[in-house]
């Protein structure tokens, strides 16, 4: 059974940086795509950064510049090294993976205030 644990979460100022990691446990098998999506209040989960097996990265425009996502395959970690916070980019971050038709964490709140 594949399960994602996250860690990383917190209350920061705007303008702060938060680090976010996720591990993956239960699998040997390589895990093509790994990212992170978030769903702030009465708003749908979007996308927020994605990285494949490869090294190839995706962000969604609004944290681009702002957010780095990175992995180490060995270990089969995430992170999201997330700077210059707003206040916008208060949600729940989710982790997810590709394997087993998709595999999510149980999310960790970021909550951006002064």
């Known amino acids: 059974q594949v399960q994602l644990v996250e860690s990383g979460g917190g209350l920061v100022q705007p303008g702060g940086s938060l680090r976010l990691s996720c591990a993956a446990s239960g699998t040997s098998f390589r895990i093509p795509v790994m990212g992170w999506y978030r769903q702030a209040p009465g708003k749908q989960r979007e996308l927020v950064a994605t990285i494949s097996s490869g090294g190839s990265t995706d962000y969604v425009d609004s944290v681009q510049g702002r957010f780095t996502v990175s992995r180490d395959n060995a270990k089969k970690i995430v992170y999201l090294q997330m700077n210059s916070l707003m206040a916008d980019d208060t949600a729940v971050y989710y982790c997810?993976?590709?394997?087993?038709?998709?595999?999510w964490g149980q999310g960790t709140q970021v909550t951006v205030s002064s």
């Open positions: 997810y993976a590709s394997i087993f038709g998709g595999r």
